[in-house]
Every structure is written in structure tokens, then in C-alpha cells.
């Protein structure tokens, strides 16, 4: 499948659109606050249709993950070869993106949430030139971690993301902004530096013999990675379950669970999330985490499938404690955003226990939770937002009978909270329950102690709806206004979305069913 | 004789340059008027000459003077970042407030510069002991003289005292280690040194005291931990000019003299390839020795310069930092870790040389190195602020910046050797160094300049030189086949 526009691919377009919007929006002068404002939201309005493309010419029976000739509007060229020396023989980075199965809900995702967070960054008014660059780059970099499949690309894009998001957080942040900014700099960079060296690692050795010229050549494409006829003997991860593999497999888990965040790792997330601004909040709980999870399923579970069954139940026990810990710490919140922040913990737990069950129904369940996490808690940080943005508190108990003064308002934000908190007919229960199948087949006491989590989150979420929604509203709030027309444009795309997944989400489930069978079944036969 | 004199005279033009250069300098100062910046001008423009010259010698490959130094790609590639170096630091000087009071001994000031190239020049080709021993003072003497010249600051001075000090004492152990190595092996050039060893010496402990004490010289030169304490005053007291200077030209230099002599003189031809399996060294667990000297450096730089507010000595400490992340590249001494090296070299060549210029103009308009008066600064002069967050991200080595590519390949040199620890040393270690990168970013963008608001305006020369480096290091981040085809093509040196 290959989908072109003036001879560019349409994933190079969905990538770097927004780099096209950076330079206009840095050619404005900066009075033109509209104009920027309309430029971010045109780029990132295109990157939707662009998934919707994309989602219509989607071809759901096509494998993908280690065969290059099923991944569909690939792209690949040469970037960086250097001739073959005698030494190390010929070096070739490429310039190789394409989806399958995995990725395409992700890109999907990521085109919708950059575009809501546009919307619901209007009313940013500081340094908003800054502001929607910084932002337009961020999303660059996001879609383009979904879809390299080089790993060189795919460690240059997640990178990428890593300033453009300080600066979001650390200049446009609340009051302990440069902190939380350079907390989560610093773990995710430490996350960095551990992939960039399993990267080397796997560069030495990996090398495939290109058959016309019979030339060995180093390579980071990822696919070649995951075949272990690929592997030079000798070389440091040469061999299944050797020690060098495991610590190679557990470098890359440490990197993606500092960004999923997975218990231990977590500790910036509810900081970052508290004071970054609004959107960003979105942005980094609707998309960012999905990194972490996504980064799991695309590298450490098929190119080290030997760690990966080794490690299943390390993943799974963490994945257990970060459902219940982040459910409990949410309990214990008066912060609207801090409650998400760690009730995000505690989702991303659910997605880690699916995939760690390497089955079909676990891995399905898993990214379909993804997919929902992101919707779900796009929406409520947008909830938090728009309170936030009228009374400037964010407080759960400065506030109380909402319902009465907001109906809307209450209204959207209690679907929000249903679909967290997994009632079904809402999309996150679809996810959380093929999540639970898949895992309660691999480990039947960990599945059992996690579904625990779901009580304490329906307790939490309740009681947050007590204390904000119901009741009695203290006098000042009670002229509050209800949704603007603007508000309403970035809530219901979101809300539909919520509902139909609940009802019907055969659609998502397609897309991605046939390459994730494929990839439990590469993970039982080691690669093969 | 005379015939090899002559075809050598003829390898040698770029030198020639450097000392025609230096006596027109001289010449101009007697003629000229003195209150301005010809002379940098005429300066430019030898050094313009003189990289032509270089550039004619590509594909050289041979010995000039009876061996007493080698023309061949390496020392091309070293002469080029030398030359860029110098080009540079004449449009910083250009400039430059600091050296306005000294308008009137400018002549002194590129005479220096010019003695201290040449001197680099040297030392990036000799292959006799004698001449590197020369070319070692030769830099090392003019340097000692630009860390004092502006000699009414008391900084300047108390610097420039330590520096000549520290290197009196290190370039008299590093004679010594010389001395005996010419006793053991009755030769001077190094190839000379290389067949003695390689013929079996009688008691290897001189040699190893004497690779030691050579070690210190250079050592001292590259500011290796535990050589370093010098650095921090010498470049905290030094015209900013100057200190990008040292912090650039002269670790580069002897860098290249380090790798030429280590892989010339005491590396058997034969093993090459083999990792740290040098047959003379039996005995002696040099890369050992070395890796603990790179880890001691990037630890102790990156740990010191956290506490710094002086952007000159938080630089500074960088810098030792960074000559640990070279010496990476030299405990492996593969073909793959020395292209490392030199891919290392050019691409820091730039983005040091950028944080410095940077911190030059801010010096200049705010009459301050304190990084905590860079508050508010990226809304006072954005592009001057965008730029130092480029330069410093590289200097951590974020992609899509050259910095990325000098830690990816000097990363992997180590980790395709086996060296994992180290590896690992200096990725913990990297992100130490975000630490006080970032700090400096943080302060110019995340608060607000206490009460002054007027945007700092910069002409548009100096906009222009900042964009001469910028560009390369956001250039080489994302296409680095030339400069790493060129590295490659430079591993070739005369005798190997």
C-alpha cells in the first residue's frame, strides 16, 4: 500500500507537516496571536484527515512487525551509508518509516489528541509564538516515534520530544514548573542514554548480507534486528537468554517504564502533570505514555522475544503494583490533576499486565487500552482545564454542585469519568476486560490482585464525582459559565469516540488483531 | 641531502605561511595605525592562505626532513580543525569588548596566536621524539603568555602564573620520560623507537615509567584528570578568546600528537586490529590505566562543573569532561575508536567554540560571566538564547544535534570493544552533564531578567559568525556521511 501527495508519502506528510507549521508560525510576527493560533490548529486539523486517510486505506489482514514486505505506505531511503571499510564493513542508517497493525491506532491517536490540545490551548495568551512552535515540534516528534522503523530515526524522534516538552512545561507551568521540568527531563533522559547504548549494542551485532553485492552490512533497521539469523557470532547480544541479552532487555524496560510510568519509575508524572499547562497535560497523558508501551511491543518484545518470557512476570508483578499503588495514591488526592496523573499510573498498569501476558487477547486488550487511556484522559485533564480555567483552583474540595450551576459541563465530564473508571457500554471497559482475559490465562493470582484496582478506582472516581459534581456550590461559583462553543469542538469528537469504542469496537480491534497474533506467535518461536 | 631538504620545503608551505603571517603581523604593527582591527584582518587572511596550503596537501602521504615529521591525511585532518579553530577565535577577538583596552598590542596578541599554530602544527606531524618535544613548548609557551595578556585583570594573571607552573613541571617530567625513552631505544623518530621495541628491550619497567611520564606531559596539555587543576583559573582568568582557544586548538593538537606517537612507537604493525593486544606492552595494562583516566575525567568534570556559576569555568570543567569522552576513543585504539576521535574533535570544535561565543556576547553587553545573570535573557536577545541551547544540547549530545553523532560513535567505539563499564560511565555521566547545561538554558528562558526588559541588539557580524556555527552543528546532526568519510579517509599515517 503507498499513499502519495506530490511524490512525498503520506507518512513523511503526517510527520512532518507540523515542521512546515513551525516555520510559519516563527515567520508571524508575534501580535498575530490568531493567525498562529489558527496556523497550529490547520497543521494539526490536516494530520487528522491525514489518520483518516490513513485509517480508510488501512489494510487489517496485513501482518507487519519483523516482515518488511507487509507494513504498509512504507518508505525507505538511504540517509547515512559509509562505504564498506575493512574493519566494520559497510554502515547504513535509512530513512524507513511504515505502519502495521501496532502503530496505526497510535498515529491515529496521536493526529486527534495533537489536534484537540491545539483547541483547547487558545486561550494560552504568554509568549504564544513560542508556545505553538515548541508544540508543533513536540508533535513531530511523536508521530514520528510511531511510525520509524529504523531505530536510529526512532531514537533521533524520541529525543526530539524531550526539549520541546521542558520548555512547555518549565516556561508555561505553574508555580513549581522548573522543577517538574527538570525531573521529567532528567528521567526520561536517563531512560535515553540506556536505549542509546542497547542501540549500539544491537548495531554491532546485527549485520545482514545483502544478497546481490554479498556485502555485510551493519544495519539499525529494526526488522533486521528481530531476526536471529541476523546476529554476527560473537558479538556481545549473539545467542538466546545469555546474560548481555537480559541486561540489554531490561535497559530498553527500564527506558520504557520510566515513560509508560511503571512503579518504580513514576515519580515525575504526577509533578509534570500537575504543573504543566493544560494541553500539555493532555498531550503528555494522551499520547506520551503510549510511548512507553508502544516502545515495549515494537522493540524489547521482538527483538529480545528470549527477555521478554524471562521477564513476563517481572512486568506483570510491576504492572500489578502500579494498578493498585496508583489507584490508592489517587484515592488520597485533593488535586483534581494529580488524581488523573496517578489514575493514569494506574491504567498504564493495566496495559503493561495485558501485553506482559504475551497472548493474543492480552496484547489486543492492551493497545486498545492505549487507545482509550488516551481518550479518556485527554478528556479529563480537558475537564480539569476548563474548571481550572474559570476559578483558577483545581481543588476537590473547593468546589461541589457543579451540576446544578454546569449541566454540560457535568454532563461530559462524568461520561470522562464512567469510561475511566470502566463502566461498560463505555470504551475503557472493552479494553480493561481483553486485558484481564489475556493476562488471567498467563497469571491467575497477579490477574486476580489487580482486578482489586478497578474497585478502589470505582471508589475514587465516585467519590470525585461527590465531591465536585453533587451537593451544594459554594456562593462564589455559582454564576459560573457552562462549555463554550470552542470547549465543545474538543470535547465531542472525544466523547463520540468513547461511546462508539464502548458499544461497537470491532473497528479498532480489526485494525490491529492480525499483526498482533503475529507477534505472539514470533515471541513463542523465539524470533523465528 | 639538499634534494631531501628541498622536496620537503616543498610539504611544508602551510608552516612557511604561518611564519610569513606572523612577520607581517609584526610588520603591519610598525606601519599601521594602531586603534583598530587591521592587523585581525591581515591575520585572517594568512590564515586564509595557509588552509589553502593545507588543503593542497590532501593525499599526501610522506615524510619530510629525514623523518622528522610526516605530511599524511591524519595530520591534514588535524591541521583543518587547527586552522577553523583559528579562524574562528580572530572573529571572536574581532568581536570582542575585553580586548578593546589592548587595542594598541594586538600585533602581540596574533603573534602569539600564530607562534602557538605553528607550534600545534608541529606537533600534529612530528614523528621525532626532539621536534615533539618542541612543538610541545612552542604552543605551550605562547599559550602561557595569552592566558596573562590582558594583564591588568588580576585573573588574567594569577592564571597565567598557575599555567606556566603546571607546565614547566609536567613538560620537564615529560623530557625526562623522552630522555629515557631515547636511552632504551638509541632512536629519536618514533620509527626508530617502534623497531627497538619491537626487537625486544632488556627491562620493560623504563619503558613503562617512561610512557608514564609522557603520559603526564600530554596529559597536562589535554587538562586529563588528575593533570587538570590548572584549567579551571588559566581559562576562568583568559580573555574569553583565549580560553576557547585552549579549550579547543591545543587539546586537539595534542590529542593528535598522543594517538600518532602511542600508535607509531609502540604498537607492533601487525596488530592493528586487535584491541589492546600490543606485544610491547606485555605486561603493562595500559588500556586499563587509560579507561580509568577517562572515567576519572568525565566524573570529577561533570561533578565539578555543577557547582559552577562562572560560565568560563563551568566550560571549562566541561571541557575536562569531554577530554574524558575522548579518551575514550583512545583506550580502544582501533581504526573504529581513532575515527571515533576525530569525528569527536570536529564536531566539538563547533559547538564548544558556539557556547563560548555566545557567552563572549553576553560578556560584552552585560559585563558578566555569571550564569545566574542570564536570567531573563531569552526574552531579551531570543536568537543569541536559542543558539547557546543548541550549542549546550550538543555539548550534551542530544540528536538532532553534531553532538549526538560525536557520542553515538565514540559510544560505540567503546561498547563494539567490550568496554560496557566505560560505556556505561559515560552515559551516567552525560546525563550528569545535562545537569549544568540545563541550567544555563533554564536561567535564560524560565524566569524574568529582574527589571530590565530592553532587548540586547547585536550587529549583524556577529549574528553572521554565530550562524558560521551554528549551522554546522545542526547540519552534521542530521547528514554526517562527509565528515565521517573524511575521518575515515584521514586514519592513513605515513609508516602505517
Known amino acids: 500500500m503507498e499513499l502519495q501527495l506530490f511524490g512525498i508519502g503520506i507518512l513523511t506528510w503526517i510527520v512532518f507537516i507540523p515542521i512546515v507549521g513551525v516555520i510559519i508560525v516563527l515567520l508571524l510576527p508575534e501580535e498575530k496571536q490568531n493567525a498562529i493560533r489558527s496556523v497550529a490548529a490547520a497543521v494539526t486539523g490536516i494530520q487528522v484527515i491525514l489518520a483518516g486517510i490513513i485509517f480508510k486505506n488501512f489494510d487489517r489482514s496485513m501482518l507487519g512487525i519483523n516482515d518488511a514486505s507487509s507494513f504498509q505506505f512504507v518508505e525507505q531511503f538511504k540517509w547515512i551509508t559509509v562505504e564498506a571499510v575493512p574493519w566494520v564493513g559497510k554502515i547504513e542508517i535509512t530513512y524507513f518509516m511504515g505502519i502495521d497493525g501496532l502503530s496505526v491506532l497510535m498515529v491515529i491517536l496521536t493526529a486527534l489528541i495533537s489536534f484537540i490540545g491545539v483547541i483547547s490551548s487558545w486561550n494560552i495568551g504568554k509568549m504564544v509564538k513560542g508556545y505553538f512552535a515548541l508544540y508543533l515540534l513536540l508533535v513531530t516528534g511523536m508521530m514520528g516515534v510511531f511510525v520509524s522503523l529504523d531505530f536510529f530515526l526512532f531514537f533521533i524522534f524520541w529525543e526530539v520530544m524531550l526539549l520541546p516538552m521542558y520548555f512547555l512545561i518549565g516556561i508555561w507551568g505553574g508555580p513549581r514548573r522548573e522543577y517538574a521540568a527538570i525531573k521529567f527531563f532528567l528521567y526520561t533522559f536517563v531512560g535515553g542514554i540506556l536505549m542509546l547504548l542497547v542501540m549500539l549494542a544491537l548495531y554491532f551485532s546485527v549485520a545482514y548480507t545483502n544478497t546481490a553485492t554479498g556485502e555485510t552490512i551493519h544495519t539499525f533497521n529494526i526488522l533486521h534486528m528481530m531476526n536471529p539469523a541476523n546476529y554476527v557470532e560473537g558479538s556481545i547480544l549473539y545467542g538466546v537468554d545469555t546474560t548481555w541479552r537480559y541486561v540489554a532487555w531490561l535497559a530498553l524496560f527500564i527506558n520504557f517504564a520510566i515513560k509508560i510510568p511503571l512503579f518504580p519509575f513514576h515519580t515525575w508524572l504526577p509533578d509534570a502533570h500537575v504543573e504543566a499547562p493544560t494541553p500539555i497535560s493532555v498531550i503528555l497523558a494522551g499520547v506520551l505514555l503510549k510511548l512507553g508501551t508502544y516502545g515495549l511491543l515494537r522493540l524489547s518484545f521482538p527483538i529480545f522475544p528470549d527477555g521478554t518470557i524471562y521477564f513476563m512476570y517481572l512486568m506483570a508483578v510491576l504492572g500489578m503494583i502500579s494498578i493498585i499503588y496508583g489507584a490508592f495514591c489517587a484515592m488520597a488526592q485533593d488535586d483534581f490533576k494529580k488524581l488523573i496523573a496517578y489514575s493514569s499510573v494506574s491504567h498504564m498498569g493495566i496495559v503493561v499486565l495485558g501485553i506482559a501476558a504475551l497472548n493474543t487477547q492480552g496484547m489486543v486488550g492492551g493497545v486498545l487500552q492505549m487507545f482509550n487511556h488516551g481518550i479518556i484522559t485527554a478528556v479529563l485533564f480537558l475537564v480539569v482545564g476548563v474548571i481550572y480555567d474559570r476559578t483558577k483552583k483545581r481543588g476537590l474540595n473547593d468546589f461541589g454542585g457543579l451540576a446544578n450551576v454546569m449541566p454540560r459541563y457535568t454532563g461530559v465530564a462524568i461520561v470522562g469519568m464512567f469510561a475511566a473508571l470502566g463502566l461498560p457500554g463505555l470504551n475503557g471497559f472493552v479494553s480493561e476486560l481483553f486485558s484481564f482475559l489475556g493476562a488471567f490465562d498467563s497469571f491467575r493470582w497477579i490477574t486476580i490482585i489487580s482486578v482489586t484496582g478497578i474497585i478502589i478506582t470505582a471508589a475514587y472516581i465516585l467519590w470525585t464525582i461527590q465531591r465536585v459534581f453533587l451537593g451544594k456550590s459554594p456562593d462564589e461559583y455559582l454564576n459560573l459559565p457552562d462549555l463554550t462553543a470552542r470547549e465543545m469542538v474538543a470535547f465531542v469528537p472525544l466523547l463520540i469516540l468513547i461511546i462508539l469504542l464502548g458499544v461497537y469496537p470491532a473497528p479498532a480491534i480489526e485494525l490491529m488483531n492480525s499483526s498482533l497474533s503475529h507477534l505472539v506467535e514470533l515471541i513463542g518461536n523465539g524470533g523465528n | ?496
Not at chain 2, 626532539?130 to 599559550?143: G, H, N, P
Request: glycine share 8%; hydrophobic share 55%; aromatic share 14%.
Open chain 2, 1 to 496: 641531502m639538499v634534494e631531501n631538504i628541498l622536496n620537503s620545503i616543498g610539504h611544508f608551505y602551510p608552516e612557511i605561511s604561518i611564519v610569513v603571517t606572523l612577520c607581517a603581523v609584526i610588520i603591519a604593527d610598525l606601519l599601521l595605525k594602531r586603534e583598530n582591527h587591521t592587523i585581525s584582518w591581515i591575520f585572517l587572511a594568512g590564515l586564509t592562505v595557509t588552509g589553502l596550503l593545507v588543503l593542497q596537501q590532501t593525499g599526501i602521504n610522506s615524510s619530510i626532513f629525514h623523518d622528522m615529521a610526516a605530511v599524511d591525511p591524519f595530520a591534514v585532518f588535524f591541521k583543518v580543525i587547527l586552522i577553523i579553530a583559528s579562524f574562528f577565535i580572530v572573529l571572536f577577538s574581532i568581536k570582542s569588548r575585553e580586548l578593546d583596552p589592548y587595542l594598541s598590542r594586538l600585533a602581540e596578541y596574533y603573534m602569539l596566536i600564530a607562534g602557538m599554530l605553528l607550534g600545534m602544527f608541529l606537533m600534529v606531524g612530528s614523528t621525532n621524539l626532539l621536534l615533539i618535544y618542541l612543538a610541545f613548548e612552542m604552543t605551550s609557551i605562547s599559550s602561557y603568555v595569552l592566558a596573562g595578556f590582558t594583564k591588568r585583570a588580576l585573573k588574567s594573571a594569577e592564571g597565567s602564573v598557575k599555567y606556566i607552573m603546571y607546565g614547566a613541571v609536567s613538560s620537564g617530567i615529560m623530557l625526562y620520560g623522552i630522555s629515557l625513552l631515547i636511552g632504551i631505544t638509541s632512536a629519536t623518530d618514533i620509527y626508530g623507537v617502534n623497531a627497538a621495541l619491537a626487537a625486544g628491550i632488556e627491562q620493560p619497567i623504563i619503558l613503562y615509567i617512561a610512557i608514564l611520564m609522557i603520559i603526564v606531559g600530554i596529559g597536562f596539555k589535554i587538562a586529563l584528570v588528575p593533570f587538570h587543576f590548572w584549567a579551571p583559573d588559566v581559562y576562568e582568568g583568559a580573555p574569553i578568546t583565549i580560553t576557547a582557544y585552549l579549550s579547543v586548538a591545543s587539546k586537539v593538537a595534542a590529542i593528535a600528537l598522543m594517538i600518532r606517537l602511542f600508535k607509531v612507537s609502540f604498537m607492533d604493525a601487525g596488530s592493528v586490529q586487535i584491541i589492546g593486544d600490543w606485544p610491547i606492552f606485555e605486561g603493562l595494562n595500559w588500556n586499563m590505566l587509560l579507561a580509568f583516566m577517562a572515567a576519572m575525567a568525565m566524573i570529577a568534570g561533570n561533578l565539578t562543573a555543577l557547582k559552577q556559576d562562572n560560565i568560563k569555568r563551568m566550560l571549562a570543567y566541561s571541557s575536562i569532561a569531554h577530554a574524558g569522552y575522548i579518551l575514550m576513543g583512545f583506550v580502544v585504539l582501533t581504526d573504529e575508536g581513532i575515527t571515533a576521535i576525530m569525528i569527536y574533535v570536529f564536531l566539538y570544535l563547533f559547538m564548544n567554540l558556539g557556547a563560548f561565543y555566545v557567552a563572549m556576547l553576553f560578556s560584552n553587553k552585560l559585563s558578566t560571566e555569571s550564569i545566574e545573570k542570564y536570567k531573563g535573557l531569552g526574552y531579551r536577545a531570543p536568537m543569541e538564547c536559542i543558539a547557546m541551547t543548541i550549542f549546550l544540547i550538543a555539548l550534551t549530545g542530544f540528536p538532532p544535534t553534531a553532538g549526538f553523532v560525536a557520542k553515538l560513535y565514540i559510544f560505540g567505539a567503546a561498547i563494539s570493544a567490550g568496554w560496557i563499564w566505560l560505556a556505561l560511565i559515560a552515559g551516567v555521566t552525560t546525563v550528569i552533564s545535562l545537569f549544568y547545561y540545563i541550567r544555563v538554558v533554564r536561567n535564560m528562558f524560565f524566569f524574568k531578567s529582574d527589571g530590565i526588559s530592553e532587548p540586547l541588539v547585536f550587529d549583524a557580524g556577529s549574528k553572521v559568525i554565530l550562524f558560521l556555527l551554528l549551522i554546522p552543528v545542526l547540519l552534521f546532526g542530521v547528514y554526517f556521511t562527509p565528515i565521517i568519510e573524511f575521518a575515515r579517509y584521514s586514519l592513513k599515517m605515513f609508516g602505517m
